[in-house]
């Protein structure tokens, strides 16, 4: 298809396909300080390593969430099975031939988090917010901005809208769910909206989720389609993980569905954090030791630096908070006190607990950081949040590992030589970063059932 045709059917030219990546992943590459034949060795060994040898599932299925489920319900599944996201089905009791005709999508805290607080600024506005929602296709990473062929990326069963899909149009896909944090970071200003616009939110946020309607009325399905946070892009059981690690790194998806040809059901749901853990359990291997025990600033680590980490002030509304995580396009936050000392940890996966524990809603107009984190903190200590997961400069990339599987978090904090002070943060996809680079060409050869699969549809 020539570059004319291309544009002509939305589809961006192939230089350019995926540079909101290549700033992110070249930079660490530049960093590294690891010898290429290592680096070589471990690419290559990934990629011949199938998706099917990665560690099945816990419980040996996929969790799921029904099309028709209410907000509230999906949010309790997620967090009950601690887990971040789910791909949502059409029916648990439908004949399905095929995994086409059996998901929707995916839903997860992210795009929660996006339609409630669209559904407050809706509700703010005058407008119906099931009424307003149903026409909105943006939020974290806006996926909805590619139209068309954001659609088709995300599985949704159908015609396809767009006709010649090609790797760089699944790229850009993927690419409008996320924007490297490089990018975010460089967006890092102070919010425009004042308090009393901030305020009067807090309030309608109030009413969006205590009033029996829109959100017991609104659907796993109904997010799915409106905020396309999080692309459905299936790989096989015989794709590499290289594939994978790619795809959770360099491409910035939190999760990869894994399916069977011919099957309705997925055969994996493979995560970052489920990598990591699956790296931590390689230590005593050569191969993994002699990465993991090379400080972090040998891999360059952390790659986003303190005046790059955007942050917010412990005294701030929390409802500050969310929108700044929404409007940076970011899960989590670091939160600082006056003097800038990291005291906490604020992350998109929060938003449950204005679901799961009702007595936030009381004050929320007036809530500040502190207060909500105090609120949720299961810490032994009541009433004292729990203190933010930190490393210091001098740590081991081994050991950063190791706090990741061993807490269950998503980030670090790296702390310098000014005691409380972050000096950077450390996350799963700049981990998983550290052990491979992309062979060239590599995306457009080796994606290439993605591509397939999604040039099906039809």
């Not at 506005?125 to 088709?152: D, F, N, W, Y």
């Not at 995580?325 to 800038?340: H, N, S």
């Not at 000014?418 to 450390?426: D, P, R, S, W």
């Amino acid at each position: 298809m020539t570059e004319a045709a291309q544009e002509a059917r939305g589809i961006p030219k192939s230089p350019r396909r995926s540079s909101c990546y290549d700033a992110y992943f070249e930079r660490i590459q530049s960093r590294k300080k690891l010898p290429h034949e290592l680096q070589e060795n471990l690419t290559y060994a990934f990629s011949k390593v199938p998706v099917s040898s990665f560690q099945a599932l816990q419980g040996g299925k996929v969790i799921e969430i029904v099309a028709d489920m209410s907000i509230p319900d999906a949010v309790k599944t997620l967090s009950e099975n601690k887990i971040l996201s789910a791909p949502v089905i059409t029916m648990p009791d439908q004949t399905c031939s095929d995994w086409r005709e059996r998901y929707l999508g995916i839903i997860d805290y992210s795009a929660v988090l996006v339609w409630v607080l669209e559904s407050a600024e809706h509700a703010a506005e005058g407008p119906s917010p099931a009424s307003s929602i149903a026409t909105t296709a943006g939020g974290i990473g806006g996926a909805g901005a590619v139209g068309a062929i954001g659609a088709v990326a995300l599985g949704v069963t159908g015609p396809a809208a767009v006709a010649g899909l090609t790797a760089a149009a699944i790229c850009s896909a993927v690419a409008g769910s996320a924007v490297g944090k490089i990018d975010a970071a460089a967006e890092n200003k102070e919010d425009k909206d004042s308090p009393t616009t901030a305020d009067k939110l807090t309030g309608d946020f109030d009413k969006v989720i205590l009033q029996d309607e829109p959100c017991k009325s609104t659907t796993a399905k109904s997010i799915v389609k409106s905020f396309r946070e999080t692309p459905f892009l299936p790989v096989a059981e015989d794709s590499s993980m290289l594939t994978i690690l790619l795809l959770l790194s360099k491409y910035r998806m939190r999760n990869v569905p894994v399916i069977e040809d011919g099957q309705p059901k997925l055969k994996n749901y493979i995560t970052q954090s489920a990598v990591i853990r699956g790296l931590e359990g390689c230590k005593g291997m050569e191969w993994f030791d002699c990465i993991a025990e090379k400080p972090i600033s040998d891999l360059g680590l952390p790659f986003m630096s303190c005046n790059e980490v955007i942050d917010i002030q412990s005294e701030d509304l929390i409802m500050e908070a969310f929108k700044k995580m929404k409007e940076k396009k970011i899960g989590g936050l670091p939160v600082v006190d006056g003097q800038k000392k990291l005291v906490g940890n604020v992350s998109v996966s929060d938003i449950r607990y204005v679901f799961l524990k009702h007595d936030l809603l009381s004050n929320f107009r007036k809530l500040t950081v502190m207060d909500f984190l105090t609120t949720i903190s299961t810490s032994k200590e009541p009433g004292n949040p729990i203190q933010p997961i930190t490393c210091n400069i001098e740590s081991s990339l081994g050991n950063v590992i190791e706090i990741l599987a061993s807490k269950s978090v998503h980030r670090v904090y790296v702390v310098g030589a000014e005691e409380g002070k972050a000096v950077g943060v450390i996350t799963l996809r700049d981990v998983i970063s550290c052990f491979i680079y992309e062979p060239p060409n590599y995306f457009d050869a080796y994606l290439g059932f993605a591509v397939q699969e999604i040039l099906k549809q039809q």
